[in-house]
């Protein structure tokens, strides 16, 4: 069964550090990963996808994250936080051999950045 | 480019009463996805249209739920009777036809509460 684990709830930073939420995921095939982030009241956005190719991939607001097989986790990081940055934080998958595209997402983590 | 429409953004019923959700896609998305948010948990998968044909229904939770997309455009969630556990945050979402690598859009979400 596909799944994905989100094991912190939340994460707490201060700002200018460097964050990390984690995600493992379990597929059968090759995976296709997608991180999604969620500000309160807002639908959620993309923020970045490992399809194939390099395994640090980078997307939108500073954010990257690390593809490892081996580790079958998708980490989601940067290099300095931001107050902004706090919202709730989203990691899917998708098998190659789902070709309906429906997506399988972790719990979510809350992340919150201080000051 | 208008992003994907969800209305209500709230709706509060009593159990047994029906409601109707409404989804707007990005125009010129073939593909239509519903998926559910109930009491802090995962989101999860409800259906799958490719234009106005059902290609994945595998996450309806039971016959009490109906999902139409007529003429491939907006699509409708009807829940009928709503029953206490089917409160949460029902979000769609849309991705260009094709390629399922391509990410999905999601819009802001109905928040539905049965009371």
């Known amino acids: ?115 | 480019e208008a992003g994907v429409t969800q209305f209500p953004s709230h709706s509060v019923i009593e159990k047994g009463q029906t409601v109707t959700l409404r989804c707007d896609p990005i125009s010129g998305h073939d593909n239509l996805y519903w998926y559910r948010r109930v009491m802090g948990k995962e989101i999860k998968f409800l259906l799958h249209f490719v234009k106005e044909s059902k290609q994945d229904e595998s996450g309806m939770p039971n016959n009490r739920f109906l999902a139409e997309r007529t003429g491939g455009t907006y699509s409708t969630l009807k829940v009928q009777p709503a029953e206490l556990e089917d409160s949460g945050v029902y979000f769609c979402a849309s991705s260009q036809a094709g390629v399922y690598a391509y990410e999905q859009y999601f819009g802001p979400g109905t928040r539905l509460t049965v009371t």
Do not use: M
Not at chain 1, 9 to 14: E, G, I, L, R, Y
Not at chain 1, 20 to 49: D, I
């Open chain 1, 1 to 115: 069964a596909q799944s994905v684990a989100q094991p912190e709830d939340q994460v707490n930073v201060a700002e200018g550090n460097p964050l990390t939420v984690k995600c493992t995921y379990s597929v059968s095939g090759n995976p296709y990963l997608f991180w999604y982030v969620q500000y309160p009241n807002r639908g959620l956005q993309f923020l970045l996808k490992y399809i194939t190719g390099d395994n640090l991939v980078k997307g939108s607001y500073g954010f990257e994250a690390e593809f490892n097989k081996s580790q079958t986790s998708f980490h989601l990081k940067k290099p300095s936080a931001l107050v902004s940055d706090s919202a709730l934080y989203f990691c899917a998958v998708r098998s190659y051999y789902n070709q309906g595209g429906k997506l399988i997402f972790g719990q979510g983590t809350e992340l919150s950045v201080k000051p």
